[in-house]
């Protein structure tokens, strides 16, 4: 369990948009003292450092460097973002076979230099690869984290926010299950000021309550928002390295937050031996628990769906 305030080492496996981008998410933020980045191509890792580090007049003091897997051992949290990411009219899923490899030859170099780290894992088809790392590892299931759906719920909780005329910071709501196409919104647990969405829009608007058509392009909207930032501009790095930042925070200050991160689950709505988002209790132990939420039997019905889905591709895996 971390309880440190003084060293705090994080170490990024793979120094592209999403890992960059995060190491400078966490620069800005002042949470870590030590970042080290790793990746394939060394220079590529060696360029990002440097570029970083040329702000540090500007931030709270840390050290950032690029370096090898041993370079990596005492790290609080390893991150990893390394692999391939979608190309325009790629799924999530489609990267499956590439990623898996990728994490065959990093997990093991990880395990062997930060044994007691937090790996928090970033690269999709997320939920699958947070499983990978689980089962290659060998790490208790707290210690294994994917960013599931932490970004897809800021997605929701913005569009939300925008609809309702609201700031984001009071919409309350998570997308569950898969951190793509088959996630659902947990409509029966979304509020805004205490009030349940229907309870919500009839004071606000009155006109018969929340509307099916407007959640239904909501979803919509949430599913699709990385396939149209990437038809727009090739890839995703800026929200998702929040999200990471935001995870590291939790986990860094024992914060106790409720994030919607992918951990192991052990029989939750019926579903175990698969990672995927509920809300969850995240601390210094890591994905310390999975919160039992009173969802209603259509949210459920939608979760076990996406569970099954990622199920079958974890049964298809070539280990
Ligand atoms: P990128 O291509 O910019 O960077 C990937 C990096 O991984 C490259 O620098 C590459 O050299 C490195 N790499 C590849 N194989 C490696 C290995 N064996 N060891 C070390 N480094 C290796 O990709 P990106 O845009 O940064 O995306 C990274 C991943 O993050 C993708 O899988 C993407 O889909 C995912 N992503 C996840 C979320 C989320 O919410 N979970 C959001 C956006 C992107």
Redesign the pocket.
């Known amino acids: 369990m971390l309880h440190k305030a003084d060293v705090v080492k994080i170490s990024i ?7 960059s981008t995060t190491a400078y998410a966490l620069i800005m933020s002042g949470i870590a003292s030590e970042i080290v980045i ?4 060394k220079e ?1 890792a060696e360029g990002e450092a440097m570029d970083l580090s040329h702000g540090l007049a500007f931030v709270k003091p840390v050290q950032i460097k690029a370096g090898d897997y041993e370079d990596i051992i005492d790290s609080d949290i390893v991150i990893l ?6 190309k325009p009219g790629e799924t ?1 899923i489609d ?1 499956i076979n590439r ?1 898996v490899q ?1 994490f065959k ?2 997990v093991p170099e990880v395990v062997r230099y930060a044994p007691k780290a937090i790996l928090l894992v ?3 088809p ?1 939920d699958i690869l947070t499983y990978v790392t689980y089962k290659l590892s060998g790490f208790p299931k707290e210690r294994v984290i994917g ?1 599931g759906t932490v ?1 897809d719920t800021a997605r929701l909780r913005y569009l939300l926010s925008n609809r309702c005329g609201v700031d984001v910071r009071n919409v309350h709501t998570y997308m569950i299950g898969e ?1 793509g196409d088959t996630e659902v919104p947990a409509w029966s647990i979304t509020t805004i000021a205490g009030a349940n969405l229907n309870q919500f829009c009839l004071h606000c608007c009155g006109d018969g309550g929340c509307k099916e058509e407007c959640q239904q392009e909501l979803h919509q909207k949430t599913v699709g928002a990385a396939y149209e930032i990437i038809e727009k501009k090739g ?3 800026y929200a ?1 390295a929040l999200g990471v930042k935001r995870i590291v925070e939790a986990i860094i200050r024992n914060e106790n937050s409720i994030l919607s991160v992918s951990s192991l689950l052990e029989g939750q709505f019926g579903v175990r031996d698969v990672c995927l988002s509920l809300p969850t209790i995240v601390n210094g132990q890591g994905a310390e628990r999975i919160l039992n939420v009173p969802l209603d039997d259509k949210d459920i019905q939608g979760f076990v769906k996406s569970a099954k889905t990622i199920k079958k591709f974890i049964d298809q895996i070539q280990w």
Do not use: C, E, M, P
């Not at 496996?13 to 890992?19: K, L, P, Q, S, T």
């Open positions: 496996i793979g120094a592209g948009f999403v890992g790793v990746d394939l191509n590529k973002t390394a692999g391939a990411n979608q999530r990267l990623n990728v030859s990093i970033v690269t999709n997320v960013s970004l951190h890839a995703t790095y998702v």
